[in-house]
């Protein structure tokens, strides 16, 4: 069965701090990847999207970064954290071959101090 | 771009009551249509979805939901809430053959009383 990992579940970092967030699923192959964002009294916002090795879409301009080194790998990074990025991170995956709904881990809390 | 409106961001409901939380969209297309639920320190799960054919769709736990094409609306629907459904509940949208990149709602707050 797929799976999908995300860390660490919570992370405290101070401002001009760099990031770098995790998720991989295993499971499955060529998978779309998808980073969320769901700030406080906000819906989840998709932040990035990926449909494969290197391939990086980004939905909403920040000061966030995304890199998929494999292909069951996604990574959120950023050089120099600000206090707005602040938020509960979602990492995803769906099936490439349909329109399938998307499967969530378990989330990252980032807050910035 | 697709957009969804969930109106009702907090309600409070008392166990055996019938809840309705609406969520509209807004797309010129057709759609496919998903409700997610994130219970209190839970990972986002799916709750139903509606693709195509019959517009009442049922979901786990005794959850419905209806689509109205006419009304660009998927309401979803419990007859009788338990203390156990306080939760926040998500409508996503997402248009067939438009990839795979879901429009979530701002999210409801549902907290049931006993």
């Known amino acids: 069965s797929q799976t999908i990992h995300q860390w660490p579940a919570t992370l405290v970092q101070p401002v001009g701090s760099p990031l770098s967030l995790e998720c991989t699923v295993e499971?499955?192959?060529?998978?779309?990847l998808y980073w969320y964002r769901q700030a406080a009294g906000r819906g989840l916002q998709l932040l990035f999207y990926?449909?494969?090795?290197?391939?990086i879409s980004s939905e909403v301009p920040q000061n966030l970064s995304a890199s998929r080194p494999q292909d069951r790998q996604f990574i959120l990074s950023s050089k120099k954290l600000l206090l707005s990025d602040s938020g509960f991170y979602l990492c995803?995956?769906?099936?490439?071959?349909?329109?399938?709904?998307?499967?969530f881990g378990d989330g990252t809390r980032l807050s910035i101090l | 771009a697709q957009s969804v409106s969930q109106h009702n961001h907090h309600v409070i409901l008392s166990e055996a009551a019938s809840l309705e939380l609406g969520c509209n969209y807004s797309?010129?297309?057709?759609?496919?249509l998903f409700w997610y639920v994130q219970y209190p320190g839970q990972h986002l799960q799916l709750l139903l979805k509606?693709?195509?054919?019959?517009?009442l769709v049922k979901g786990i736990k005794g959850f419905e939901a209806e689509f109205i094409k006419s009304k660009f609306s998927f309401n979803l629907r419990k007859p009788s809430v338990q203390w156990s459904d306080t939760a926040e509940y998500f409508c996503?949208?997402?248009?067939?053959?438009?990839?795979?990149?879901?429009?979530f709602g701002t999210g409801t707050q549902l907290k049931v009383e006993l």
């Open positions: 996503a949208v997402i248009p067939t053959g438009g990839g795979n990149k879901l429009t």
């Open positions: 797309y010129g297309g057709t759609v496919n």
């Open positions: 509606y693709f195509s054919g019959d517009p």
């Open positions: 499971g499955t192959s060529n998978p779309n």
């Open positions: 990926s449909v494969g090795i290197g391939q």
């Open positions: 995803a995956w769906s099936d490439v071959y349909s329109n399938q709904p998307q499967h």
